[in-house]
């Protein structure tokens, strides 16, 4: 039926606008044959009539099917990331990020043995000592080569690192260019020890600079960029296998459920006790949960015991280790170059700071607060009274012996503290002499002897807690090697051709 309004024709079923006005504009209308099919068939669908023996086996199947193909890909997922989060902290980002920290002490250690030679001079009371800092000059350098090639290398995904590393491999033959030429004008000026000639302590200046003020910056630069780079996977591993753990579980009784689903189906349908194949695949289903969930949360706790119990220290005991380099060349600096005992002074202080912290301390104040803090801390280890990089190993004590070895860090540097005391007052003293026998001695009781044993602490305590961690991300490459896949991925075909062959028969029955 047609009706015309204000000359418009409209059909029976549309409706007119209110007021005369045209209908607002409408989508495709959707035929109401469709819409009725689709209500019939979630009616039908839901209707238990629909669900026939064969409808219901099929279906509780493909669920089955499913869900453990979902437990086999969710596994590998998370199994997967775990694995290329503790190789990549383990084998690439942890041992670049002490590597560099190692190119810095070769470094901070090659200039300390430049001062030194100046120190020396052409004295023939130090000619052996002259002899052995030549050999360790030229042992650090060749350490700070091969640590600079294995940075380059370790760099080539990283510009920041490249330019970091290329840096120093573009500053540091002008560096070994200016300290041999600083020997060879101390050599031709015969000077005393103590007292090196105006020329060569100005070449040495340059080439002090130039290590202080773009080789150790570039260096340290390296360090912070791989330090960054372990924490930010560590932060992601821990997060993908915290949500990971309970994705497997959730993926994991699902195919359970739906495996005992199908199992009752056929109990009930079939008359049958028990299907022997699918009991079979519900127990390896349950076993592989959990293992698998076993193996997520081993893999946890291997890379907290390898980033936070153990890389943490190394990489603070490594800094730690190279500053106190830095440190022990800033005290030899202060006697060779008067005109800046002031500004190495301060610089020493730093260094000082850096390893062991007190807020507010001063030169002249600070043997006496490391002392009370010491005394402390050794009547009752849970007390560790100061910061800095000392201060952060104390407190992530984790591993067998790594308390002693820490300790003897400490009375170290206390001893070494108090040597270098004494030799700043034989230099204000005008007993400049044997300020230079102190500071450069090897003798039990002189500063580069308790010097030695101070390296040789960091390095017991270092390789403690390597040790650990390297233990810790083998136990994880163990876990998730090729052989657990190989089992794993067996072990779910096994599921998916028992299931197979449980339910065939009975389908058999309906053709």
Excluded: C
């Amino acid at each position: 039926m047609t009706t015309s309004t204000a000359g418009r024709t409209t059909t029976s079923g549309e409706a007119a606008a209110p007021g005369g006005d045209d209908p607002a504009p409408a989508g495709p209308p959707v035929p109401p044959g469709i819409l009725t099919r689709l209500r019939h068939g979630v009616r039908t669908v839901g209707s238990r009539a629909h669900w026939t023996t064969p409808r219901l086996v099929r279906g509780l199947t493909a669920l089955s099917l499913a869900a453990l193909i979902g437990l086999g890909a969710t596994a590998t997922a998370v199994l997967g990331g775990a694995r290329d989060g503790t190789d990549t902290i383990g084998h690439r980002a942890a041992p670049q990020a002490t590597r560099a920290a190692d190119l810095y002490f070769a470094l901070s250690d090659m200039d300390a043995q430049a001062a030194n030679l100046l120190l020396v001079g052409a004295d023939p009371d130090y000619a052996t000592l002259r002899k052995q800092t030549l050999d360790t000059y030229e042992q650090r350098r060749d350490q700070a080569d091969n640590d600079l090639q294995q940075a380059a290398q370790a760099a080539a995904s990283d510009p920041a690192g490249q330019r970091a590393v290329q840096l120093v491999l573009g500053r540091l033959g002008s560096y070994e260019a200016l300290v041999a030429r600083a020997q060879l004008l101390e050599d031709q000026a015969r000077a005393p020890a103590g007292q090196p000639s105006p020329a060569a302590l100005d070449t040495y200046r340059q080439a002090t600079d130039l290590l202080r003020q773009q080789l150790l910056p570039a260096a340290n630069r390296v360090t912070a960029a791989n330090e960054a780079t372990v924490d930010r996977v560590y932060a992601q591993q821990r997060d993908a296998l915290g949500s990971g753990w309970w994705w497997l579980l959730v993926v994991g009784l699902l195919a359970l459920a739906a495996l005992l689903g199908l199992q009752r189906a056929l109990a009930v349908r079939y008359r049958r006790v028990v299907n022997p194949a699918l009991a079979a695949v519900t127990l390896l289903t349950g076993v592989l949960l959990v293992t698998g969930l076993s193996l997520v949360g081993r893999a946890d706790d291997h890379l907290v015991t390898a980033k936070t119990d153990a890389y943490d220290s190394v990489i603070a005991l490594s800094r730690a280790r190279a500053v106190a380099y830095d440190m022990n060349a800033d005290e030899s600096r202060y006697l060779t170059d008067p005109s800046r005992a002031t500004v190495y002074e301060q610089l020493y202080l730093e260094q000082s700071q850096a390893i062991v912290h007190f807020d507010g301390a001063t030169m002249a104040g600070y043997n006496a607060r490391l002392r009370d803090a010491a005394d402390r801390h050794r009547a009752n280890h849970a007390v560790v009274p100061f910061g800095g990089f000392l201060g952060s190993e104390l407190h992530n004590v984790t591993f067998a012996g790594e308390q002693d070895a820490a300790e003897r860090v400490l009375d170290a540097f206390q001893e070494y503290q108090v040597i270098d005391r004494r030799i700043r007052d034989l230099r204000d003293e005008g007993r400049l002499k044997e300020a230079v026998t102190l500071n450069t001695g090897l003798a039990e009781g002189q500063s580069n002897y308790e010097f030695d044993r101070l390296s040789t602490a960091f390095g017991d305590t270092i390789t403690i807690n390597e040790t650990a961690m390297d233990t810790a991300v083998a136990a994880t490459d163990g876990d998730l090697d090729g052989t657990t896949a190989l089992l794993a991925g067996a072990a779910l075909a096994a599921a998916l051709g028992l299931i197979a062959l449980g339910v065939r028969p009975r389908l058999r029955e309906y053709r």
